[in-house]
């Protein structure tokens, strides 16, 4: 039950991205996103789950790369350190839940 809660936040946290994301759109903003964002919002919406792996990777090879930029640069806002710490915590939900038997993606 814990861990269906946690895909469900998962699930949820990356939709109200999205949503806030194709809000700054529609409103003519730049959204301001880091870069290592877009490699993580790819991999949580792959739906193959073949390509999923391969975008997990690099997003997570991206969150690394980024991490070690913060040793020397300060973050582009105050909340980027935590995100950080969310996507690879929800990049390890969705592995793990890759690994189970019946192996299907989160919204499967």
């Known amino acids: 039950m814990a861990r269906?809660?946690?895909?469900?936040q998962a699930y949820i946290y990356t939709e109200k991205v999205a949503m806030q994301r194709q809000l700054n759109m529609v409103a003519g903003k730049r959204s301001g996103e880091p870069a290592w964002?877009?490699?993580y919002f790819?991999?949580?919406v792959e739906?193959?789950?073949?390509?999923?792996?391969?975008e997990i990777e690099k997003?997570?090879?991206?969150?690394?790369?980024?991490?070690?930029?913060l040793q020397?640069?300060?973050p582009s806002n105050p909340r980027e350190v935590q995100d950080l710490v969310n996507a690879l915590t929800y990049l390890g939900i969705l592995l793990m839940h890759m690994g189970t038997e019946d192996g299907n993606l989160l919204w499967d």
């Open 72 to 74: 020397h640069t300060p």
């Open 47 to 54: 739906h193959d789950r073949n390509k999923a792996l391969l």
């Open 42 to 44: 790819l991999a949580m």
């Open 37 to 39: 964002y877009q490699s």
């Open 59 to 69: 997003a997570r090879n991206a969150i690394r790369e980024r991490t070690l930029e």
């Open 4 to 8: 269906k809660l946690r895909f469900s």
